[in-house]
């Protein structure tokens, strides 16, 4: 009786997820669930995506799951090894600071080929500001970096070039890892993370006012600026806890 009632709390509950994805794909659904679950480290690095775990644990069947693996795995979000199968991409440090060389050296670069005469440019960056600014007012970290993103990815779209852009978007799906876990370490401190929250609100209206102006010397300078200022913030994250070769993992979140 009580195994029943297990089942359908279960059924229950996969109805009511469902209602939220209403409208998308299941595969696209599963990606979307799976890819926050490894944002915000609810899926730690390294940790074995057992398919039977992964069916137990979220509303999908074998084939949307399956589906959103592959997807996953495109991102640089999930690895796979021929004994183990699939697992959440590690966060070694030394990868993670090679990480942050490419984010910041691509900024730079895409920021040199934007294309600032596009009219729906500057449109799309104040309405994705906009929207950046009012998730700040009630901070979501998820939400927080899923916005940061569509903003720069936004950039590299005016380049017209497919290898910008698709370079800009997997270096971006990596690096929301990295902002969510330097967001909530700084998150313990209210303070801190709101006085962060609003430089980055002053630099993207700075970007938008250069853009504006289609001057491409000083959205250069301040696109590269931007970059190195979050390379610079999780390095204060690693050094605080002493961390040298081991694993991002290793430094607790109280």
């Known amino acids: 009786m009580e195994e029943k009632s297990k089942i359908i709390n279960i059924e229950k509950k996969k109805i009511s997820d469902h209602k939220i994805y209403q409208g998308l794909s299941l595969t696209k659904q599963a990606t979307s669930d799976l890819r926050n679950r490894i944002l915000d480290l609810s899926l730690s690095p390294g940790e074995h995506l057992d398919e039977k775990m992964l069916l137990k644990k979220f509303p ?31 966060m070694n440090i030394s990868d993670t600071l090679q990480l942050l060389d490419a984010y910041v050296i691509s900024e730079r670069v895409i920021s040199t080929y934007a294309d600032l005469s596009q009219e729906s440019l500057l449109n799309d960056l104040k309405i994705f500001q906009n929207e950046y600014e009012k998730v700040c007012l009630k901070p979501n970290l998820l939400l927080i970096t899923e916005i940061n993103s569509k903003f720069h990815n936004r950039i590299a779209v005016s380049t017209n070039n497919q290898f910008l852009i698709s370079h800009s978007a997997h270096l971006h799906n990596l690096s929301r890892r990295l902002s969510y876990f330097v967001y909530k370490f700084e998150s313990h401190s209210q303070e801190k993370l709101l006085k962060h929250l609003k430089k980055i609100n002053k630099d993207h209206r700075a970007i938008i006012n250069q853009v504006e102006l289609r001057n491409q010397k000083k959205l250069v300078k301040l696109c590269t600026e931007h970059a190195e200022m979050f390379r610079k913030r999780l390095q204060k994250v690693i050094n605080r806890k002493g961390i040298n070769k081991l694993d991002l993992t290793e430094i607790k979140l109280k």
């Open 60 to 90: 999908f069947g074998r084939t949307p799951i399956r589906e959103a693996l592959n997807r996953l795995i495109a991102e640089g979000l999930v690895k796979t090894k021929n004994t183990r199968g699939a697992y959440v991409a590690s």
